[in-house]
């Protein structure tokens, strides 16, 4: 019988890491962690820093979950989330096809949050 490896990961963060960012002169930093169409996301919503952090806490998630299941990331730009048609968060994960990722986003004025769940 197989059983599946089961990875959890939770991530909670402050918003205002993310405050005043400027696609432009804060590229350096924003592209250490986003995708282009993760930055054209964020930046096309009235409140980026929301979507930012909520994107961050995301990935972070996902490393704490892959990191259960014996798996390491090195790069924040190798794991994307994008959307469904419904809206719903969806992970794209580079180089391993075969993961499969759940993801949920949360964010407030102030905070940020994610749970991910994986299965090898
Ligand atoms: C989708 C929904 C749950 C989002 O909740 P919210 O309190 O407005 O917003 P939150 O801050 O908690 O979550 C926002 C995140 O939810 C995620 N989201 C959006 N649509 C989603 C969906 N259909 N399913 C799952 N997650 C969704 C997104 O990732 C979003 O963040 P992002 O834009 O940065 O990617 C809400 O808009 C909704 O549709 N509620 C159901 C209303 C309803 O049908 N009521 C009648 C039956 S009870």
Redesign the pocket.
């Known amino acids: 019988m197989n059983t599946a490896t089961i990875g959890l990961g939770v991530d909670l963060e402050e918003n205002k890491r993310f405050l005043g960012l400027d696609r432009v002169a804060d590229r350096p930093f924003l592209e250490k962690i986003f995708t282009p169409q993760e930055l054209d996301?964020?930046f096309s919503?009235p409140l980026p820093a929301?979507?930012l952090c909520?994107?961050f806490a995301g990935k972070e998630a996902v490393i704490k979950a892959l990191r259960q299941c014996g798996q390491a990331i090195t790069s924040y730009q190798d794991i994307e989330?994008s959307?469904?048609a419904?809206?719903?968060?969806v992970v794209t994960l580079a180089h391993r096809p075969t993961v499969r990722i759940t993801i949920?986003?949360?964010?407030?004025a102030q905070q940020s949050a994610a749970f991910v769940l994986i299965s090898l």
């Open positions: 996301y964020c919503r929301q979507h909520a994107r989330i959307h469904a419904d809206g719903a968060p949920s986003l949360s964010h407030s």
